[in-house]
Nanobody, 125 residues
Framework: QVQLIESGGGLVQAGGSLRLSCGTS????????TGWFRQAPGKEREFVAA????????IYADSVRGRFTISRDSAKNTVYLQMNSLKFEDTAVYYC??????????????????WGQGTQVTVSS
């Protein structure tokens, strides 16, 4: 059983930065293609960013491209989401997701088996 553990959320002013982390427990030596998703109150869950198993491929939602960066530290088996120039509309619960059968970075939430518990990001205007 793989558990994903997010951290790094918090309250930040518009224009500020946060870095989210997604670590794994269980099969800790294995790498997974990983995605970040978010859900704001009253809204559907939406794709934010994803990174391939190798880390060579990354994709982003249009709303965050150029402001957010997804990366992987294989030694720590951790995936990061660096969020810069945060906007009020980035406020949401952020979730990381992974799947052992995925190689490529994908944006469809249905392709991911394992999900973290979520971390709150609040951007004040």
């Amino acid at each position: 059983q793989v558990q994903l553990i997010e951290s790094g959320g918090g309250l930040v002013q518009a224009g500020g930065s946060l870095r989210l982390s997604c670590g794994t427990s269980g099969s800790s030596s294995r790498k997974y293609a990983t995605g970040w998703f978010r859900q704001a109150p009253g809204k559907e869950r939406e794709f934010v960013a994803a990174i391939s198993w190798s880390g060579d491929s990354r994709i982003y939602a249009d709303s965050v491209r150029g402001r957010f960066t997804i990366s992987r530290d294989s030694a720590k088996n951790t995936v990061y989401l660096q969020m810069n120039s945060l906007k009020f509309e980035d406020t949401a619960v952020y979730y990381c997701a992974a799947d052992p059968s995925l190689v490529a970075a994908v944006r469809d939430a249905d392709d991911y088996t394992y999900w973290g518990q979520g971390t709150q990001v609040t951007v004040s205007s």
